[in-house]
């Protein structure tokens, strides 16, 4: 799995959200809207694998993973309140004026689902839903691995007062505990994960463009 990580580091996306890191962290307004998108997410993968996951399927790691995605979302919630008290905007809810590209931030994951439904099409009905919730947490843990880690090296330049090392590495345990599942649901997982992945790197591009065009201009 690392390597399908150092591929999307290494990729223009990865230069691309850096470049829009600097450009939004030191904006208070920006950034409290940036960081409840970041919430958002995580609030919308939470609502993903209580979808999906059937509960004669759903073991500990399960239980903690829907844990620590809510737990994500709180945190990242509160940062958004304090830097949008300090920037005047309201960040209260999830609403599209609340969040920056919010909207393109939840397109982005229901495509990726999307995909990764496509890349499943061959299975019984019964085994789909909780193979796609590997496929796409697998992914979305891959561009978490990439994210995260730059996100808090921003935040440290900035002197932002907050950190996200907490969330990457529940990321990390994550993603390893993606692959132990692929591996014994699909056997020989990486012919349908490396299509996704892919599908993946070209949505966030395109999400990518919408937060680019939204930070445009005085606080976006």
Known sequence: MQRYVEASASHENASRARRLLDRVVPDPVLHARFVNMLARLEYIGVRKILKSRRSERLDLNGLQHILDEAVHALRLKKAASALGGAGGV??????AGATLAGDAAENYLQALDHRAEEALVDLPEIDRAEANYLLTSAAVEVRAQVFYPMYDQTLR?????????????DEDRHLEEMTVALGAALGDWRPRLEPVLAAE?????RFLGALEKAAEGPNG
């Not at 309201?90 to 609403?95: C, E, G, I, K, L």
């Not at 330049?157 to 590495?169: E, M, Q």
């Open 90 to 95: 309201d960040v209260r809810t999830f609403a």
């Open 157 to 169: 330049a900035h002197g932002a007062g907050f950190s996200v090392a907490a969330i990457s590495k």
């Open 201 to 205: 790197e070209a949505l966030f591009s």
